[in-house]
């Protein structure tokens, strides 16, 4: 009977006015004193550390996730327009507004490098020579200073600033790109829809390979670089997943609550929020598949210049912490999004979806901490460790700040949509 309701009050037209409604003004300001609370005690807890050592590691985890939902949104939409679809229809602006908050992380990045030396073991020894020095006053183990010689082309803070930048030029092209035709494709006539999903499909395509390398190159210098002695093929597949992964979860909380208003309201049906849905778990998925088949085959081989990545993480009490990845990654969103009946409640997907975001900032928290050599096989409270709250919480309500400022800027509806006629029909009782 809730679909015969749904259908009753389902709009047949647009309304005229399909700008954001206003509580995303709410929204924002909520944000921003969200984030400068969470500023204040960030600061407050490295006064009582006596420390900047775990902001900054915490500082990088913020980058990570909200670089994800910025750069995964521009990929998220890329594949929409290669694959088509009616929920491009749902979660197109939410996607393009995530693309339009590339400037923010671009600063966000900027300041790693000014504390590159207390983050990255290679970018305290540059030479040769300061690594041998380093291996005979005991700060680099043989290994280390290997693989620091061995690595030093790729891993140097030039490399690190050329490359980085160099990825941040070319995911904002593509965030610039997609965007401006977007609006183009607005106020061009309906009869050239054809072209313009054409256009898109040969911008997008290359896109996603391009995308593909360029995050693989992000995330080994921002996280995996920081054991230099550890690598992994599938690394840069980790995120990409891990990325679509967060990003899903948040556009889905993002449409839901502007399905109660205007103009999203007249387009929200019961049958693309359960295809959402799916998708959500495709990718909870590939997730466990990738994470599994990684650590599998380097705990199979039991080769030490690779396992002890892995035993750094789980002795000392770090056993802990990746079982609760383990739930809150895998085995909760799983079970949950098996339902049907879940996938079709509002309120229940969106709670299932907030919890998806949580499952990500402690995976990001059991790759980034142990690397560091006073929390590997080392798992310890301290105020240091509240930062992994606090900073990542500052970072990602200011970033939820500048995506409502960017999610006013444009109507929230494509009005020459192939899928719009067909989305504005109300669903049968049996849909």
């Known amino acids: 009977m809730a679909h015969d309701s749904h259908a009753a009050t389902h709009a047949r037209t647009l309304p005229a006015d399909l700008s954001a409604p206003a509580f995303v003004d709410t929204w924002k300001m909520r944000a921003l004193m969200a984030g400068a609370a969470f500023t204040v005690l960030a600061a ?33 939409l890329m594949v929409q327009y290669c694959s088509g679809g009616k929920w491009g229809l749902l979660l197109r602006r939410p996607l393009e507004a995530m693309s339009r908050t590339l400037p923010l992380i671009f600063v966000y990045w900027l300041a790693t490098i000014f504390f590159i030396k207390r983050l990255y073991l290679w970018a305290q020894f540059t030479t040769e020579s300061s690594t041998a020095e380093g291996l005979r006053a005991g700060l680099l183990t043989e290994l280390q200073a290997h693989c620091l010689d061995f690595k030093r082309p790729m891993l140097n803070p030039v490399a690190y600033v050329w490359v980085c930048g160099l990825c941040f030029a070319i995911w904002g092209f ?29 911008i997008s395509g290359p896109g996603i390979v391009i ?16 054991d230099p002695t550890w690598f992994s093929s599938v690394y840069g597949l980790l995120y990409l ?18 399905s109660k208003a205007e103009p999203v309201h007249s387009i929200y049906r019961q049958t ?8 959500t778990f495709a990718f909870v998925m590939l997730n466990i598949y990738l994470n599994f088949g990684q650590f599998l085959i380097i705990w199979s081989g039991n080769q030490p210049g690779e396992i002890n990545w892995y035993l750094d993480r789980i002795r000392g009490g770090w056993g802990v912490i990746i079982t609760l990845d383990f ?22 997907l969106t709670r299932v979806c907030q919890f998806m975001i949580f499952a990500v900032v402690v995976n990001q928290f059991w790759l980034i901490e142990p690397s560091f ?15 992994y709250a606090a ?17 006013k800027t444009r109507a929230l509806v494509q009005t020459n949509d192939p899928h719009l006629a067909e989305i504005l029909e109300p669903e049968h009782a049996t849909a």
Request: charged share 20%; with cysteine; net charge positive.
């Open 327 to 348: 739930i809150f990654h895998w085995l909760v969103p799983f079970t949950m999004l098996l339902s049907r009946d879940l996938k079709r409640n509002k309120k229940r």
């Open 174 to 202: 593509y965030a610039w790109r997609l965007n401006s035709l977007a609006l183009q494709r607005d106020a061009d006539s309906p009869e050239n829809t054809p072209r313009w999903i054409k256009k898109f499909e040969n």
């Open 44 to 76: 407050l807890l490295a006064v009582l550390d006596h420390s900047i050592d775990h902001v900054l590691r915490a500082y990088i985890l913020g980058l990570t996730l909200t670089w994800g939902f910025a750069v995964g949104g521009l990929a998220l």
């Open 211 to 226: 995308y593909a390398v360029t995050i693989t190159a992000a995330s080994i210098y921002w996280v995996m670089s920081m």
């Open 391 to 407: 900073v990542p919480a500052a970072m990602m309500a200011f970033w939820v700040a500048f995506f409502c400022t960017r999610l």
């Open 272 to 279: 693309e929020q359960h295809d959402l849905g799916k998708f």
């Open 241 to 258: 997943v891990e990325q679509g992964f967060q990003v899903l979860a948040f556009a889905i909380i993002v449409t839901i609550a502007l």
């Open 373 to 387: 050599k006073d929390a590997a096989r080392n798992l310890h409270f301290s105020w240091g460790i509240l930062e």
